[in-house]
């Protein structure tokens, strides 16, 4: 049999398999929906109960502006974190409170730039190297954080935490994806909510993230009338734009410098599809290799990573990876949250006034 014939059944073989796991997945979500209307259940009375005043949703005399979601997995809300940083860090001392998902310490901790991603999460080390003039936090109980953070702060952002119901934030903000939109979804496990879709009401602003470029207005304006936009929230649309430089730990290259190249894609985030489709549309040759949200790599994994010429990572893989993979073709490319230009004025003008309202109130 020839190489090209081997390879052809390979990758037929291979589709075949990830079409029936994909088949089988959706199957067992399915005849897992009785649970999910239990937990729909559950969750619905939880938040009834904080409606109704039974369970207590605390106020802070500092203003709260809390980023958020209704389902698991990849939504934005990192770059948008940043975006929020980027333009209120000039009129505010910032603070980010994060859980620090998958660290292996406890407790409040705050970030430094020379901790590492198994000590306070991959996300809140980012904001911090990023960042290193403000505040960066973690803490599952956010309640402590917030105690801990009030005197250093102006404003404080709450990374994921739209369910943590026993804080009250000045400003909530729900993001869902173009292609994965929560009107479209199902409780877990027989879809991704964490909630009912009607936890949504509690947002102050939707925004629909990962808008693809070019997106027609007329699509934009048919999930507009689709939203369920309450008289005191605000819609806005944003995209992912990519940066035009890679980096490592020395020194930044254009993104062109990966052109004639093979190279491999390494990425642990739960939505890369973005990411590769950028990739591909730029002609680049690479190789992905895909992994879990948040994954923390194997002895084994850092070893057949070390084998490869060129890496190419997400900012967010990058802080688990550079200390390492100690060479220097490892770079990451970052990303930024885009709101769409004509609403972009609008959207930070909202936010602005609504912790000045807050301060002031």
């Given at each position: 049999m020839s190489k090209d014939k081997s390879l052809s059944n390979f990758s037929i073989f291979t589709a075949t398999n990830l079409s029936l796991h994909f088949t089988m997945v959706q199957i067992l979500?399915?005849?897992?929906?009785?649970?999910?209307?239990?937990?729909?259940?559950?969750?619905?009375?939880?938040?009834?109960?904080?409606?109704?005043?039974?369970?207590?949703?605390?106020?802070?005399?500092?203003?709260?502006?809390?980023?958020?979601?209704?389902?698991?997995?990849?939504?934005?809300?990192?770059?948008?974190?940043?975006?929020?940083?980027?333009?209120?860090?000039?009129?505010?001392?910032?603070?980010?409170?994060?859980?620090?998902?998958?660290?292996?310490?406890?407790?409040?901790?705050?970030?430094?730039?020379?901790?590492?991603?198994?000590?306070?999460?991959?996300?809140?080390?980012?904001?911090?190297?990023?960042?290193?003039?403000?505040?960066?936090?973690?803490?599952?109980?956010?309640?402590?954080?917030?105690?801990k953070l009030e005197e250093k702060a102006d404003v404080i952002l709450l990374d994921d935490a739209f369910q943590h119901r026993k804080v009250s934030p000045a400003v909530t903000i729900l993001l869902t994806p173009f292609h994965d939109l929560f009107i479209e979804d199902y409780m877990l496990p027989t879809g991704n909510l964490r909630e009912p879709r009607s936890g949504s009401k509690r947002a102050h602003c939707l925004v629909v993230t990962k808008c693809p470029p070019r997106v027609p207005y007329a699509k934009l304006q048919e999930i507009e009338l689709r939203m369920p936009i309450y008289n005191h929230q605000k819609l806005y649309f944003s995209s992912i734009g990519y940066s035009r430089e890679i980096f490592n730990k020395t020194e930044s290259l254009p993104l062109e410098y990966l052109q004639n190249k093979n190279f491999t894609l390494v990425t642990g985030i739960a939505d890369p599809s973005p990411l590769v489709n950028f990739l591909t549309e730029k002609e680049f040759r690479f190789t992905h290799k895909a992994f879990p949200d948040h994954h923390m790599y194997s002895s084994a994994e850092i070893e057949q990573l070390k084998e490869k010429e060129i890496i190419l990572t997400t900012e967010k893989d990058y802080m688990r990876l550079h200390d390492k993979i100690d060479k220097f073709a490892l770079f990451y490319l970052p990303i930024q949250t885009e709101v769409l230009k004509e609403q972009a004025e609008f959207f930070e003008d909202f936010i602005i006034k609504s912790i000045d309202k807050k301060r002031l109130g």
């Open positions: 979500r399915k005849l897992l929906f009785p649970f999910a209307i239990l937990y729909g259940w559950i969750t619905g009375f939880r938040n009834f109960l904080f409606n109704k005043g039974v369970l207590e949703s605390r106020e802070y005399k500092t203003p709260l502006v809390c980023v958020g979601n209704l389902s698991v997995g990849g939504t934005g809300k990192s770059p948008m974190i940043e975006y929020l940083i980027s333009f209120l860090k000039e009129d505010y001392s910032i603070a980010v409170l994060s859980r620090g998902y998958k660290r292996e310490t406890s407790g409040f901790l705050e970030v430094t730039e020379i901790h590492n991603a198994a000590q306070v999460g991959d996300e809140p080390l980012q904001f911090k190297k990023k960042y290193p003039d403000i505040t960066v936090a973690v803490c599952a109980d956010r309640r402590t954080g917030i105690a």
